[in-house]
């Protein structure tokens, strides 16, 4: 069993940077993706970027270019530098982890953290 917790979250003006972190209880050697979703008040959970465990990325396309998503599997840590934030960028951010074992898939999810974009 795997448990992430994720730190940095806070509020922010418009045009600031938060570093996320994710910190996983065991290796994320094993985890074929892992990554970051958001959900913003009355909107659904949305994959904001995610990277693979040959280290490909992909982003949804309103951060494309502002924020970067990183994985150290020596720390089993996962990151997500956030640039440029806008208003629109808050919401809770939640780390997430998937792999595949014998044709069954395991998610694990961590807690959330709050990030705040004030204008």
């Known amino acids: 069993q795997v448990q992430l917790v994720e730190s940095g979250g806070g509020l922010v003006q418009a045009g600031g940077s938060l570093r996320l972190s994710c910190a996983a209880s065991?290796?994320?050697?094993?985890?074929?993706?892992m990554g970051w979703y958001r959900q913003a008040p009355g909107k659904q959970r949305e994959l904001v970027a995610a990277?693979?465990?040959?280290?490909?990325?992909n982003y949804v396309d309103s951060v494309k270019g502002r924020f970067t998503i990183s994985r150290d599997n020596a720390k089993n840590t996962v990151h997500l530098q956030m640039n440029s934030l806008k208003p629109e960028d808050t919401a809770v951010y939640y780390c997430?982890?998937?792999?595949?074992?014998?044709?069954?898939?395991?998610?694990?999810w961590g807690q959330g953290t709050q990030v705040t974009v004030s204008s």
């Open positions: 997430n982890a998937a792999r595949t074992s014998r044709g069954v898939q395991y998610i694990y």
């Open positions: 065991g290796s994320i050697f094993s985890m074929n993706a």
């Open positions: 990277v693979t465990s040959d280290s490909s990325t």
